[in-house]
């Protein structure tokens, strides 16, 4: 079972390979395919720094406990109708992703995330939506 915050279920739907830091993408590719490969595998939804976080580079400046992440977090979760503790199936989370998620909310629930100029989040919510669920990473 894999414990993700928020945030990160979203992340999850935008990746294509790159990352923080070397270490970082390893180990979100290594999450990524996992659910794409196994969609029943578990996740618990957490509060606060997860598996991911746990991999973010020293070198960079550590927002995985700021303010507005925890906001993004409950602002997705909220979205989704989900919640801290929750445990369920990546597969049910697509579901989530499909009855209350548009391509378009990415843009106000992310507002402040460096990575959203890149449109890639917005193409993994289309993507999910017309059930083709996580893109392959090459």
Same mark, same amino acid.
């Given at each position: 079972m894999y414990k993700l915050r928020g945030h990160h279920l979203f992340c999850l739907l935008g990746y294509r #390979?790159? #990352? =923080?830091?070397?270490e970082y993408a390893e180990n979100m590719t290594r999450l990524h $395919?996992?659910?794409?490969?196994?969609?029943?595998?578990?996740i618990q939804l957490v509060k606060g720094p997860d598996q991911l976080c746990e991999k973010y580079p020293n070198s960079e400046e550590y927002h995985c406990q700021n303010?507005?992440? =925890?906001?993004?977090d409950a602002a997705i979760l909220g979205k989704l109708g989900l919640t801290i503790g929750q445990i369920l199936i990546w597969e049910d989370i697509e579901s989530h992703i499909r009855n209350y998620i548009v391509p378009s909310d990415? $843009?106000?629930v992310c507002e402040t995330c460096s990575w959203r100029s890149y449109g890639v989040c917005e193409e993994g919510v289309k993507e999910v939506m017309e059930g083709k669920g996580l893109r392959e990473i090459k």
């Amino acid at each position: 079972m894999y414990k993700l915050r928020g945030h990160h279920l979203f992340c999850l739907l935008g990746y294509r #390979g790159m #990352g =923080y830091s070397e270490e970082y993408a390893e180990n979100m590719t290594r999450l990524h $395919q996992t659910l794409r490969d196994n969609p029943k595998t578990r996740i618990q939804l957490v509060k606060g720094p997860d598996q991911l976080c746990e991999k973010y580079p020293n070198s960079e400046e550590y927002h995985c406990q700021n303010d507005d992440i =925890y906001e993004r977090d409950a602002a997705i979760l909220g979205k989704l109708g989900l919640t801290i503790g929750q445990i369920l199936i990546w597969e049910d989370i697509e579901s989530h992703i499909r009855n209350y998620i548009v391509p378009s909310d990415i $843009q106000i629930v992310c507002e402040t995330c460096s990575w959203r100029s890149y449109g890639v989040c917005e193409e993994g919510v289309k993507e999910v939506m017309e059930g083709k669920g996580l893109r392959e990473i090459k």
